[in-house]
């Protein structure tokens, strides 16, 4: 197990405090229509990457995952300015502006997306793990989804050639108790989610999901075995979000007060009172680290207003192979 140590804890809570204010400047930011098309925000889910990315191996190890996609890839090393750029459509984004919100990827840090299919990225987590069991490069994918995506055939069938191949992939449910507004008690007969890995014979386990010490604990133990070559681990992860499911989410499904509830255990501010109870750092040190991440959140912001939008060029080459497609220089034209 890697060690977790005071400087950890200190890691966390920047990074953590970071990851939500980035996404409360998403909002912002399609609230004034800067931000267009859909936007899934991460609040309440944070410790999910912190517990995560500690336990892996960053120079080998991948993540894949679904639409809710800004604060992964930059617990995995990517410069937040280019995800904000990809979010506001410039050219310096990941995606050079073109793929937008769900569709965040970079190959260099090992980030696979982002994908808007529900489910589409269970399958395309374990080929990426197959190909890395194929050329022996001792690296484990972990392969992330909703709750709702578990509701998906492509699931099963997966779970099924995982085992029988004994592939090194970590699946991961980022279980937020709701499929876009239908919770996991009304769309499942067993809403113990991590139960339908244990009908494969893939050892599965429910973790708690607003604490990354747990989190990273558990995902290390699964991470090593896959190492191995032990085979799969399924992590049913339960976390929440205190926004909607997307910013056109009136949230009539769930109360106020079930919000607040969760709000108690808001991951950021455990983080905040471990701190400070074990005198690891004073309250006005823990202000300034937050002044400094709001901050690099407006660098951020200001990186991206000010880089260009991608040429209309660009648009058909990354769509097409073939340079002379018979109708592009007429619709350039």
């Given at each position: 197990?890697?060690?977790?140590?005071?400087?950890?804890?200190?890691?966390?809570?920047?990074?953590?405090?970071?990851?939500?204010?980035?996404?409360?400047?998403?909002?912002?930011?399609?609230?004034?229509?800067?931000?267009?098309?859909?936007?899934?925000?991460?609040?309440?889910?944070?410790?999910?990457?912190a517990?995560?990315?500690?336990?892996?191996?960053?120079?080998?190890?991948?993540?894949?995952?679904?639409?809710r996609?800004?604060?992964?890839?930059?617990?995995?090393?990517?410069?937040?300015?280019?995800?904000?750029?990809?979010?506001?459509?410039?050219?310096?984004?990941?995606?050079?502006?073109?793929?937008?919100?769900?569709?965040?990827?970079?190959?260099?840090?090992?980030?696979?997306?982002?994908?808007?299919?529900?489910?589409g990225?269970?399958?395309?987590?374990?080929?990426?793990?197959f190909?890395?069991?194929?050329?022996?490069?001792?690296?484990?994918?972990?392969?992330?989804?909703?709750?709702?995506?578990?509701?998906?055939?492509?699931?099963?069938?997966t779970?099924?050639?995982?085992?029988?191949?004994?592939?090194?992939?970590?699946?991961?449910?980022?279980?937020?108790?709701?499929?876009m507004?239908?919770?996991?008690?009304?769309?499942?007969?067993i809403?113990?989610?991590?139960?339908?890995?244990?009908?494969?014979?893939?050892?599965?386990?429910?973790?708690?999901?607003m604490?990354?010490?747990?989190?990273?604990?558990v995902?290390?133990?699964?991470?090593e075995?896959?190492?191995?070559?032990?085979?799969?681990?399924?992590?049913?992860?339960k976390?929440?979000?205190?926004?909607?499911h997307?910013?056109?989410?009136?949230?009539?499904?769930?109360?106020?007060?079930e919000?607040?509830?969760?709000?108690?255990?808001?991951?950021?501010?455990?983080?905040?009172?471990?701190?400070?109870?074990?005198?690891?750092e004073?309250?006005?040190?823990?202000?300034?680290?937050?002044?400094?991440?709001?901050?690099?959140?407006?660098?951020?912001?200001?990186?991206?207003?000010n880089?260009?939008?991608?040429?209309?060029?660009?648009m058909?080459?990354?769509?097409?192979?073939?340079k002379?497609?018979?109708?592009?220089d007429?619709?350039?034209?």
């Amino acid at each position: 197990m890697k060690e977790i140590t005071t400087k950890t804890y200190l890691k966390w809570f920047k990074d953590m405090f970071f990851w939500r204010k980035f996404e409360d400047k998403c909002r912002s930011l399609y609230l004034k229509q800067k931000i267009r098309g859909f936007l899934h925000l991460y609040n309440g889910q944070e410790a999910v990457p912190a517990g995560l990315t500690h336990a892996m191996d960053l120079s080998k190890d991948k993540i894949i995952t679904a639409y809710r996609c800004h604060i992964l890839p930059i617990s995995m090393g990517v410069d937040p300015k280019r995800v904000m750029a990809e979010l506001l459509g410039k050219e310096t984004g990941t995606s050079h502006g073109m793929g937008g919100s769900m569709h965040i990827f970079s190959k260099e840090n090992r980030f696979y997306g982002g994908h808007g299919i529900v489910g589409g990225q269970i399958p395309l987590g374990a080929g990426i793990a197959f190909a890395d069991k194929y050329f022996n490069r001792k690296a484990v994918t972990l392969t992330l989804m909703g709750d709702g995506a578990v509701r998906q055939g492509s699931l099963h069938e997966t779970f099924n050639m995982a085992m029988i191949w004994k592939l090194p992939v970590v699946f991961i449910c980022e279980n937020n108790k709701y499929a876009m507004g239908t919770s996991v008690e009304r769309s499942a007969n067993i809403e113990e989610i991590y139960k339908i890995g244990l009908s494969y014979g893939m050892p599965s386990f429910p973790v708690d999901g607003m604490d990354p010490e747990k989190i990273s604990r558990v995902a290390y133990t699964a991470i090593e075995k896959a190492r191995k070559g032990e085979g799969a681990t399924f992590l049913d992860i339960k976390t929440y979000r205190y926004r909607g499911h997307s910013m056109s989410d009136n949230e009539l499904y769930r109360s106020k007060e079930e919000v607040l509830s969760y709000k108690k255990k808001d991951p950021i501010l455990k983080l905040k009172n471990i701190i400070l109870k074990n005198n690891w750092e004073t309250i006005d040190n823990l202000s300034n680290i937050e002044n400094k991440m709001k901050e690099k959140v407006e660098s951020c912001v200001k990186f991206a207003e000010n880089s260009n939008n991608p040429s209309l060029e660009n648009m058909y080459n990354v769509v097409y192979n073939e340079k002379n497609y018979p109708f592009l220089d007429k619709v350039i034209s």
